[in-house]
């Protein structure tokens, strides 16, 4: 049974950072590229970043410079670090293995 949870979600001031992780089991990992997207209340889901199975990544422009996406295929783990976060950064997270299998998200709050 393939499962893919996120952690790392909170409240976190303007400004500052957090790192969301995502576990994926019931796959071979290493053979799935990773994406996390995010939702924001009355919006479309969007592609915040994505790693590929040769670790090429890429990133929307709206979070280039600030977040990095990393992958551990030992731990089948993808990682986001987010840092200097801004209020638009405020969304439900989601963590996809090829697009076809997803976490449930993790809520991301941006306020002071």
């Known amino acids: 049974q393939v499962q893919v949870v996120e952690s790392g979600g909170g409240l976190v001031q303007p400004g500052g950072s957090l790192r969301l992780s995502c576990v994926a089991s019931g796959i071979t990992f290493r053979f799935y590229a990773m994406d996390w997207y995010r939702q924001a209340p009355g919006k479309q889901r969007e592609l915040v970043a994505g790693v590929s199975v040769g670790n090429t990544t890429n990133y929307a422009d709206a979070v280039k410079g600030r977040f990095t996406i990393s992958r551990d295929n030992a731990k089948s783990t993808v990682y986001l670090q987010m840092n200097s976060l801004k209020p638009e950064d405020s969304a439900v997270y989601y963590c996809?293995?090829?697009?076809?299998?997803w976490g449930q998200g993790t809520q991301v709050t941006v306020s002071s």
């Open positions: 996809a293995a090829n697009t076809h299998y």
